[in-house]
């Protein structure tokens, strides 16, 4: 049976495909449309639909619209609240009801009848939960806002979902994270990573008063609005600069979140005992507050879809129709479901761009070599990731040793200079250098402290404040970077890499040859890996001579 999951009501537009119970595809809008996020979060944009998404997930199985047995719209117009404070959100919630139309009307052949509505976080819930690997687990979900609540805390047993709690608008930890994004003069809905970055550089002295208006109530909710930010520092224009009161609210907020959620997962594992934790909803990409939960809450195991923005509740809301049908859904293994091209498409590619290349028989020891003598490489192969991280499938790779080049890499990527870099790290060796966070973490959703011996070793992956949000690579996971790793370790005595996305600032992630191929011809890169080709810059521009 096929089910097509589809997100469109508040941002990063997203569809997903289940087929006789298998995750066979899922991808983000923006890696089509190349627009950032897909569209912005308000009222207005809720009749856009990823339909170029869509179309691509139909398309690589093979399928079209009429051969699809379910769709899933992740939001319910039927139980949507009133939102006093956004006089358009009417618009929004009438644009949900006539999606099953306008879905019709993108993919012809498609019976309207199909369209099923989900609720926005049940469908979180069951991206994580129906995804992760233990069909019985406690499920967290917290993000901004679903229809009329903010939060769901629930369990898993055998595919099924008993909601235990929710938390009703207009409380929300999500709504209070982005109200601040927005105060630091970041862009709300997007940036709010930013906020996460820039905690490290301050000092929660704000967290008294805070915890005032923002904590748990001991029953599986909690309170939180956004308060008048001017209480604690100016609105800041984003001139650049950095720091002082705003790092110190930052900080504060920051501080003040992860408190309530540690609340809301020990609450939840009292009422459920369970082993496993399972967690999605945008708040879930704060990988700080993740090892927050796994280090002080009772649960052995925490498991983060890796995709717990809003995309990912495509990916939820198909799963849920086929667990509604019979046809559970298997275990997510990967987060690689987005597109990819054989070696001889991209090779194909690179001549009709006139590019010379090499395919070397030891890619990984040639690329080793590049990043030994300090070179960066935008490193392009397999599936592309679905959901916000790069995990070695749309990578920017460079030298960990070298402490200028976190500067670098932001000046390349165009962005703010307190923004961290990650480390890509052998899953047999991270034990030496990092701890204080679960093992595997081959997600990039979890901080680990980084052993005092090796902060020197790779300045660039260790943070302000001593800790790196490491990726664990094996074989099995990503052949590739597993040899490239090892292939450095020989070099250098170093089994890590720097890996930040394949992007520039306020730009999508790369996600076809054409995209890799601009980049390349735009940044400072010392070479690109294209599939099991290599094109070095040298050789590029002494062609094009």
């Known amino acids: 049976m096929n089910y097509l999951g589809i997100n469109a009501i508040f941002h990063d537009p997203a569809a997903a495909l289940v087929v006789d119970g298998k995750v066979v595809a899922a991808a983000e809008e923006e890696r089509f449309s190349r627009r950032k996020h897909g569209k912005r979060p308000v009222p207005f944009s809720a009749w856009e639909l990823p339909e170029q998404a869509m179309r691509w997930c139909l398309a690589e199985a093979g399928l079209t619209p009429a051969d699809l047995d ?86 898993y047993r055998d595919g099924e979902l008993e909601i235990l709690h929710r938390q009703a608008l207009p409380e929300s930890l999500g709504l209070l994270y982005e109200s601040l994004t927005d105060h630091l003069g970041f862009l709300r809905s997007s940036d709010e990573f930013k906020v996460m970055a820039l905690a490290s550089y301050g000092e929660p002295r704000f967290l008294p008063e805070l915890r005032e208006i923002v904590r748990a109530t001991g029953d599986g909710g909690f309170t939180a609005q956004a308060p008048d930010w001017t209480r604690f520092a100016p609105r800041r224009i984003d001139d650049g600069t950095w720091g002082g009161d705003h790092a110190d609210l930052a900080a504060s907020v920051q501080a003040v979140v992860e408190e309530v959620l540690v609340d809301l997962a020990t609450w ?17 990409l704060n990988c700080v507050a993740n090892s927050r939960i796994w280090r002080d809450t009772p649960f052995e195991e925490v498991w983060v879809q890796p995709a717990s923005g809003d995309s990912g509740t495509a990916l939820g809301a198909a799963l849920h129709l086929a667990q509604e049908a019979g046809d559970l859904g298997e275990p997510q293994p990967t987060a690689a479901l987005g597109r990819s091209w054989s070696g001889e498409e991209l090779a194909q590619w690179l001549r009709t761009a006139q590019v010379p290349f090499t395919t070397p028989e030891d890619l990984a020891g040639e690329v080793a070599d590049v990043l030994a003598d300090n070179g960066v490489v935008a490193w392009f192969d397999g599936r592309s990731e679905f959901g916000p991280r790069a995990l070695g499938r749309r990578s920017l790779i460079a030298n960990p040793m070298h402490p200028d080049n976190l500067e670098r890499l932001n000046d390349v990527k165009g962005r703010e200079q307190f923004r961290p870099v990650a480390p890509m790290v052998l899953e047999e060796r991270a034990a030496e250098i990092f701890s204080g966070g679960p093992m595997p973490s081959p997600f990039m959703l979890f901080v680990h402290d980084v052993a005092p011996e090796w902060r020197e070793k790779i300045p660039t992956v260790t943070h302000v404040d001593g800790t790196a949000r490491i990726q664990t690579v094996t074989d099995e996971d990503n052949a590739g970077i597993a040899a490239l790793l090892r292939a450095f370790d020989e070099r250098t005595g170093v089994p890590v890499v720097v890996n930040t996305s394949l992007n520039t600032a306020g730009r999508p992630m790369v996600d076809d040859p054409r995209d890799a191929l601009e980049l390349f011809g735009s940044a400072p890169v010392a070479a690109l890996v294209l599939g099991p080709h290599l094109v070095r810059r040298a050789s590029f521009f002494q062609e094009a001579r």
Do not use: C, N
């Open 70 to 155: 379910a769709v899933g719209y992740s939001f319910d117009p039927a139980i949507a609240a009133e939102m006093p404070d956004d006089p358009y959100d009417p618009v929004r919630v009438d644009y949900a009801r006539r999606a099953p139309g306008f879905l019709a009307e993108a993919l012809p052949g498609l019976d309207r009848d199909k369209v099923r509505f989900v609720e926005h976080h049940v469908a979180h819930a069951a991206s994580a939960g129906l995804a992760a690997p233990s069909r019985t687990s406690s499920v967290l979900v917290v993000d901004g806002r679903g229809e009329a609540h903010s939060h769901l805390a629930g369990r």
């Open 268 to 284: 939840l594992h009292g009422q459920t005992g369970d082993r496993v934790l399972t967690m999605a909803g945008g708040t879930a």
